[in-house]
């Protein structure tokens, strides 16, 4: 498991290390172990809920591209949970 620079910091701490947080995040730099995404690879996740006009409730999980704002994936239903989606 690899750790940020922030999580790192805060166990040196916990060590009795009095160490900044800029001094580790340089450190984290020159040592190349900085956390890297490829652009493409950022999504986003959320859950819309609306009320049709008879009262039936409806949820729609949406699927978005970071990036590019493309829209990836819509699963709707009235009784979607996070553990139905297929995406």
Known sequence: MRYGY???RVLLNR?????GEYLVYG?????????KKPPNQAWSLDFVADELQ????????TMVDVYTRERLA??????????????
């Not at 060590?15 to 160490?19: A, I």
């Not at 008879?54 to 999980?61: A, I, T």
């Open 27 to 35: 450190l984290y730099q020159e040592e190349g172990l900085a956390l």
């Open 74 to 87: 819509i699963e709707a239903g009235q009784s979607l949970n996070a553990t139905d989606s297929e995406l």
């Open 15 to 19: 060590e009795g290390w009095p160490v």
């Open 54 to 61: 008879d009262g039936r409730r409806f949820r729609c999980l």
């Open 6 to 8: 922030r999580k790192i």
